[in-house]
């Protein structure tokens, strides 16, 4: 801990080359460490006595004693001091009044009043003392430990020193002044670290574990007091509640009351005492790494924007659901406390709040936005669509809070264009035009993946093509993001248009985004909306690839079957989804009914017309008679065909089971009837026994049966149950 | 010197998100040929080439107000990047055609993913400002504290204003030392404000363990912890090489503009972070250019002043080499010199010793005040320009008009 360190140069600061024993007292402050501490003690026992005359008896008894006595020291010191320190302060306040009202007179001050040179030399020590207790860490300052008010007594030392300042060309005034001044700047250094470790230390609690921070504050009381019991009473309370609080109080508040109070207090003094800026400062710091620090507990870790391009696809996607996750959270939870807890600690000061605030935020959303910015760059592929889309609509769901937040729209007015808030606004609309640029050539891109899918490999059995569940699931996906990318399109549009048709193309992307809530307001029919157009054409290439796909099969009742299948696998997505359905239209989707509807009858006629044609009469009855021969050539030819159909088409592959049923239903109603009347008219031609057993093979039952196992995908269910 | 017109300058957010190109579009349109020769192509391109140099000799002749390395001096750098950048934006527009084809796809890929090493330069030269915007605050702290009792109907300069402003500079040397020192071990041993009445040696331990999470009271980077401004400049700088004959012939001489602008590139972004503090500086990369390019006198002029520059030995542990860095630690010597010397009451003489140098602070103060926004407000701009010629270059490289 106390290494040997090279001290910066300004270690050797101090006025300590000072000769006057006052300065003694605080020489060397920054050498006490290690070898030297010894010395420094020493020295400091000598000033101690030094002035001794000066300060009452009792006083530095405890400021060099060993450690177990200053404990004990301190009390006595206390029991005493306290009813002088209110004496004192009285005495000031009432040597204050009189500099006062000499300066209300505008008196020419030849000779300044007496000065109360020992009171003032009291009162400082006493806080001298007081404030040495809470920085050497013996004590924690707190309200339960401020038995002298210690804020009122700063105030107090403030308003001295600003009194004795204008008659410091007197000697003794100067002196008092120096006096003054420096024991009220160490009064504003003690409460600077205060601030902040109250800040740092609460706000770092909240993220450790609760019992770690409860056990800080389990110091024993070190005030003697005769209500001494119930004080330690109070005090083990207190232990207990900061855990408590903070284990249940996940998000909000920031800090407990009683530390916002407290914050509070210290602000105003300093503030008060001019120390306006060191407060702000230390304020600022602390909250913009508590909120820092905030944001890693969510998840999010700052990422360059090379290293966001060199990711891999899958853990960039968890990268992105982290930081929807907490640029949510920033906007809707962390700000609207922070401001709260900004407009509280600073009430009175709402232009410090104000400042603060929006510098906070403005930095906290800019470095959130360099994520979404370097995710818009990445190089574009499919599969980054809805995370992108995901990315665009936190933007634009939060851009009103975050106007509100930075009160963009009040001010907007009086702000010149270029003031930060305008600029983050622009900069957001930016980053959204250019997720939006991204996401359309993304979806666009689709045009080229069906374009390109030129595979010359048929699926068997003319099964659904994988182009056309890929597509389809990504479209039903993307449908989801109907309204998104229905705005996405119309700004793309409308930024491409002008810029390539118009001279004077000086339309900021900002105007066109700010217009779209209306667009879609009115978002009528004769409204173009080029992404359904898009989508549109999405489907005609599909519907032309598949069409050149099913020139693949040789078998035309197989190209039907092919069809038919990747036709009723897009028709039922759309059904599924009202967004594509909507979008296409019902006079689409009636088209193409019937396009299946054809496919059907295709079907149909390539496969069954033949075999319907075997129960033709025409050409059986030769004179009046039914010729056997041809009878038995019709049977022969039928069950060749039926057989060779069961064996092909049962490998077919219909997955959805509606289809399948609806085929078989239809093949049935066709086919079964007519060899049942077939059969019923012409089998009496052929002999019982072993000529009937060998043309007749198939009962009307049988054949629906067969049917029933058609389009299953089994190629050997015909030979299997022939054995 | 002549002026650096680039659109931006006037109203850059207002482009943000519009194609840089379609402003020029009319301009361009004409000589739009797509053609694989173009016998105008060597004209432009020797005049992008006179164009850099004329720039970057500006820049290089840079005295009086814009001295080198002063926050106007860097201003006027990112100008010069913005005017080169714009050229080149035109000269690739012109000849798209060629872009997209072989080798010099390859390379203009190449310079792209340069640009967007450059932009997380750029993020961290914005929160460098940050930091130094940080640092103003504990100046104006120092002038508000020994403000002039004369304009303010006090008495002599107190021995608590002196306090305060002491203060305030040891805080502020040690923010300084820890932009450097990443390690917050120094501020293990800080003492805050000198002159505590007891207890001083506890308190520190204290003090210790309070700073013990880290950086006591500095702004955290908002770039991630492992991020060194050295290596991204080393990745930046990574295999440039000026192009072969073959490789000028096979691009009609793109090559040229391309290895052009990635070296003025480079060395934009080499100066910004030699110039103000980011996390892991460092300046040594390798920085060749031939001769022969008119650009590459003035641009290596430059760089071997810069290095001479952190050489010095009183900047070799800045955090930055701005001019105004320098001013400020030159100004806090001396005030903390002073001051340490001081005895009460203060004679008229020393205190007209601090008044020196406290105007001095005070105008370095002010140029931070008028600079530093309308920097970052550059360096922002200088990011979307890179981000949008990088998207339209590879519009141009995918969608190839052939």
């Known amino acids: 801990m106390e290494k040997a360190q090279p001290l910066p140069p300004q270690k050797s600061n101090s006025f300590s080359s000072s000769s006057r024993e006052e300065k003694l007292r605080e020489s060397n402050r920054s050498l006490s460490f290690g070898a030297i501490k010894l010395e420094d003690r020493h020295q400091k026992k000598e000033t101690d006595y030094n002035r001794e005359d000066r300060i009452k008896e009792g006083k530095e008894i405890n400021a060099d004693e060993k450690q177990e006595e200053k404990e004990e020291a301190t009390k006595e010191n206390f029991q005493e001091a306290e009813p002088n320190f209110i004496a004192i302060s009285e005495e000031i306040d009432h040597f204050l009044a009189i500099l006062v009202s000499l300066q209300d007179a505008q008196f020419q001050i030849s000779e300044p009043p007496e000065l109360p040179e020992s009171n003032i030399e009291t009162f400082i020590a006493m806080l001298e003392m007081e404030i040495a207790t809470y920085e050497s860490g013996e004590q924690k300052w707190s309200p339960d430990h401020d038995e002298i008010c210690l804020l009122d007594a700063f105030n107090r030392l403030h308003k001295l020193t600003s009194a004795l300042t204008p008659l410091s060309s007197n000697a003794k005034y100067n002196h008092a002044m120096n006096r003054t001044g420096s024991a009220l700047h160490h009064a504003m250094a003690f409460l600077e670290d205060e601030f902040f470790s109250l800040l740092d230390e609460n706000s770092r609690a909240k993220q450790q574990d609760p019992g770690s921070a409860s056990s800080k504050t389990k110091r024993p009381p070190s005030f003697s007091r005769p209500q001494q019991q119930p004080q330690q009473q109070h005090e083990q309370d207190r232990c207990i509640l900061p855990s408590a609080e903070s284990s249940t109080h996940e998000d909000s508040p920031t800090y407990p009351p009683d530390v916002v109070e407290r914050l509070r207090g210290i602000a105003a003094a300093m503030i008060s005492a001019g120390y306006v800026t060191e407060c702000s400062e230390v304020f600022a710091v602390a909250r913009h790494n508590a909120f820092y620090a905030g944001l890693s507990s969510l998840g999010f870790e700052k990422i360059g924007i090379d290293d966001v391009q060199k990711m891999a696809w899958d853990s960039l996607e968890g990268e992105i659901a982290t930081w929807i996750r907490a640029f949510r959270h920033s906007i809707t939870v962390s700000f609207p406390s922070e401001r709260e807890l900004f407009d509280i600690v600073f009430s009175g000061h709402q232009e410090i709040a104000n400042s603060l605030f929006s510098d906070l935020a403005l930095r906290a959303v800019f470095q959130l936005l360099n994520f979404a910015e370097a995710v818009a760059m990445t190089k574009r592929s499919t599969e980054k669509l809805f995370k992108m889309l995901d990315i665009y609509e936190s933007l634009r769901d939060l851009m009103p809070t975050i106007d509100a937040i930075l009160s963009v729209e009040a001010n907007e007015e009086e702000e010149s264009a270029s003031s930060p808030a305008m600029d983050l606004k622009s900069e957001i609309s930016a980053i959204r035009s250019r997720l939006g640029e991204a996401a359309v050539a993304i979806f666009c891109d689709l045009e080229t993946s069906i374009k390109t899918d030129t595979g010359k490999t048929p699926v068997p059995g003319g099964a659904v093509h994988p182009l056309t569940r890929y597509v389809m699931n ?204 077939f059969l019923g008219r012409y089998s009496q031609y052929l002999d019982p026994g072993r000529q009937t057993e060998k043309y007749i093979k198939f009962g009307a039952d049988d054949l629906e049966n067969y049917i029933d196992e058609l389009f299953d995908g089994n190629p050997s269910s015909m030979a299997r149950r022939r054995t | 010197m002549p002026a650096i017109e680039y659109q931006g300058s006037s109203a850059p957010y207002s482009l943000i998100g519009r194609s840089i190109l379609s402003i020029r579009r009319d301009q361009v349109h004409a000589m739009d040929t797509g053609h694989h020769y173009d016998a105008g192509l060597d004209q432009e391109l020797d005049a992008f080439q006179r164009r850099v140099a004329v720039l970057f000799q500006d820049l290089a002749a840079s005295d009086g107000g814009d001295e080198l390395l002063s926050i106007s001096w860097v201003r006027k750098l990112l100008d010069t990047f913005l005017g080169c950048q714009e050229e080149f934006c035109v000269i690739l527009f012109n000849h798209r055609a060629a872009v997209g084809r072989p080798p010099l796809d390859r390379m203009i890929a190449d310079f792209f993913e340069r640009s967007v090493k450059a932009l997380d330069v750029c993020n961290a030269i914005r929160d460098g400002i940050d930091h130094f915007r940080q640092w103003r605050k504990h100046l104006e702290i120092v002038l508000v504290a020994l403000a002039d009792p004369r304009q303010q109907r006090r008495g002599t300069l107190g021995e608590g204003q002196l306090r305060r402003a002491r203060k305030s500079l040891t805080d502020l040397t040690l923010l300084m030392l820890d932009e450097k020192d ?69 691009t009609s001489g793109l090559a040229v503009g391309v290895f052009t602008m990635s070296s003025v590139l480079l060395f934009v972004m080499w100066a910004l972070v030699a110039a103000i503090p980011c996390q892991d500086r460092g300046l040594g990369i390798h920085f060749s250019v031939p001769r022969s390019y008119p650009w590459a006198a003035p641009i290596l002029s430059l760089h071997e002043r810069i290095v001479e520059e952190s050489k010095k030995k009183d900047r070799k542990n800045s955090s930055g080499l701005l001019k105004e860095i320098q001013q400020i630690e030159k100004c806090t010597h001396h005030l903390t010199e002073l001051m340490d010397a001081i005895k009460f009451p203060v004679t008229e003489e020393k205190e007209a010793g601090i008044r020196h140098w406290l105007e001095e602070l005070a105008q370095v103060c002010e140029s931070m005040k008028g600079g530093l926004d309308p920097l970052e407000r550059q360096v922002r701009e200088v990011f979307h320009r890179i981000v949008r010629s990088r998207t339209e270059g590879l519009d141009c490289l995918s969608h190839n008009p052939e």
């Not at chain 1, 119309?490 to 992307?509: I, K």
């Not at chain 1, 078998?555 to 296409?584: H, P, S, T, V, W």
């Not at chain 1, 030769?622 to 039926?642: D, I, Q, T």
Request: charged share 25%.
């Open chain 2, 182 to 250: 990443a390690a917050g071990c120094v501020l293990s041993n800080r003492n805050r404000s000198f002159g505590r009445s007891s207890g001083s040696s506890s308190r520190d331990h204290h003090q210790h363990h309070r700073s013990s999470g880290g950086h006591f009271r500095s702004l955290s980077w908002s770039v991630s912890r492992s991020w060194s401004a050295a290596r991204q400049l080393q990745a930046i700088a990574g295999n440039l090489a000026a192009p072969r004959g073959h490789e000028v012939v096979a």
């Open chain 1, 474 to 677: 990504y479209l039903k996906y993307a449908c989801e993001y109907k309204n998104t990318l229905e705005q996405i399109f119309r700004d793309y549009q409308r930024s491409e248009r002008p810029s390539s048709y118009d001279d004077d193309g000086d339309d900021a992307p900002s105007d066109s985004t700010s217009n779209h809530e209306n667009k879609e307001n009115n978002n009528n029919a004769d409204d173009p909306n080029p992404f359904a157009e898009q989508l549109m054409e999405v489907m005609e290439l599909l519907h032309a690839n598949l069409e050149s796909k099913s020139k693949l099969y040789k078998d035309q009742a197989l190209c039907n079957i092919f069809l038919m299948n990747n036709g009723r696998y897009i028709m039922k997505k759309i059904k599924g989804a009202a967004e594509i359905n909507e979008l296409l239209g019902d006079a689409w989707c009636r088209k193409r009914s019937s396009d299946l509807r054809q496919y059907h009858k295709n079907y149909q006629r390539e496969t069954w017309s033949k075999v319907l044609a075997c129960f033709r009469d025409g050409g059986l009855n030769v004179k009046g008679n039914v010729s056997k021969p041809v009878l038995k050539e019709r049977f022969k030819s039928f069950n060749a065909m039926f057989d060779e159909i069961l064996k092909t088409q049962s490998s077919w592959v219909v997955s959805d089971e509606q289809l399948q049923s609806e085929l078989r239903v239809s093949i049935s109603a066709v086919v079964v009837p007519a060899y049942r009347s």
